[in-house]
């Protein structure tokens, strides 16, 4: 089986495959952000470190747009025209046709609160949800539908599935938790209605900015394999535990900033041990999210490594 057949199997399959994938995710340098250029970096460190489906990193610039500076303002956040996804999606038609045949290639699709807080700070419009989540919803309804075009235009170059973070639950974020079931969680689903016809798609629970203390808001989500942070709360999961929780294959395993980042290949080789002797059968090792830029690619590489000589 190639790379694309060890994924689908992982999915489909009750059966384990005969190694354990494992995939790691960076952010390059700007000069490789978008056109060919873009392409042969996500290539290069795919091909690199051995990882088993290409996720493309986004690194979509929002147009220009009004200031937000009260609830109210949120109601004029534009609707984007294609022209506006021109240059993430000459990327993801680039890889598309550079990967498909040997790999799948999944698209990093943040969600509608994400965008949103790149455009005014999720500080923001956190505050605006606390004092007027009515009017926020406007602008986050105009959002989802932002996020659904890039979708659907993804899914019309013959992408595979999406890597699709969310973010509004953390434990920090509303004292009230019913600011995200209420008008966060429906854009979230909104966006999952459209994608989960694709073959592979991946719940990324994104702890980037502050960890969760319940991640049961998140348990219906779709997905065919979950993406999280082992820790919640003063607790510390194990994958298989966090599998078991939601049905389904996880990924993850490493600390995103820990040994993956600043070990030596031994230490490195331990910790990925120690990780996929407490996984599930059905489990890809990765971070609990994107590594840092200056992590080496041998770092990653090592640990692909191990994954894959797991079960000889």
């Known amino acids: 089986m190639n ?50 489906f290409v996720k493309i990193q986004s690194e979509q ?12 303002d ?7 025209t294609a022209e506006s996804f021109e240059v993430p999606m000459r990327v993801v038609k680039g890889l598309v046709k550079a990967a ?3 790999a799948l290639v999944i698209m ?71 600011i995200f079931q209420d008008y966060i969680m429906p854009t979230d689903l909104a966006v ?19 960890g969760y203390s319940d991640l049961t808001p998140f348990l219906n989500y779709p997905g065919h394999i979950v993406a999280s942070s082992l820790k919640l709360g003063n607790r510390h999961l194990t994958a298989e535990e966090a599998s078991h929780l939601f049905g389904r294959p996880f990924m993850g395993g490493l600390d995103r900033t820990g040994v993956i980042a600043n070990g030596d290949s031994e230490a490195i080789c331990r910790a990925a041990t120690a990780a996929l002797t407490h996984a599930p059968d ?14 080496p690619w041998n ?4 640990a692909i490594d191990t994954a894959h000589r797991y079960r000889e």
């Open 3 to 52: 790379k694309r057949d060890i994924m689908l199997n992982l999915i489909q399959s009750e059966v384990p495959p005969h190694y354990i994938p494992a995939a790691f995710f960076m952010h390059f340098d700007s000069a490789y952000h978008q056109g060919q250029a873009a392409v042969d970096k996500h290539m290069e460190f795919f091909r690199f470190t051995g990882m088993d």
């Open 108 to 178: 990093t699709l943040y969600s509608p609160f994400m965008w949103a807080a790149h455009v005014a700070g999720a500080a923001l419009i956190a505050d605006h949800l606390k004092e007027n989540p009515g009017a926020v919803q406007k602008g986050l309804t105009i959002m989802t539908e932002n996020v659904l075009n890039l979708a659907r235009m993804c899914k019309r170059v013959g992408i595979d599935g999406f890597y699709a973070s969310s973010q509004g639950g953390e434990t920090f974020r509303f004292q009230d938790p019913r």
């Open 61 to 72: 610039t929002l147009p220009p747009q009004l200031t937000i500076q009260k609830p109210e």
């Open 192 to 210: 999952w209605d459209e994608i989960q016809s694709c073959s592979f798609n991946i719940l990324h629970i994104c702890d980037y900015e502050g």
């Open 282 to 295: 059905r489990f890809i090792l990765a971070a609990d999210c994107t590594v840092p830029s200056s992590t």
């Open 74 to 80: 949120w109601a004029h956040v534009p609707l984007y």
């Open 100 to 102: 498909r045949s040997e």
């Open 299 to 302: 770092h990653l590489k090592t």
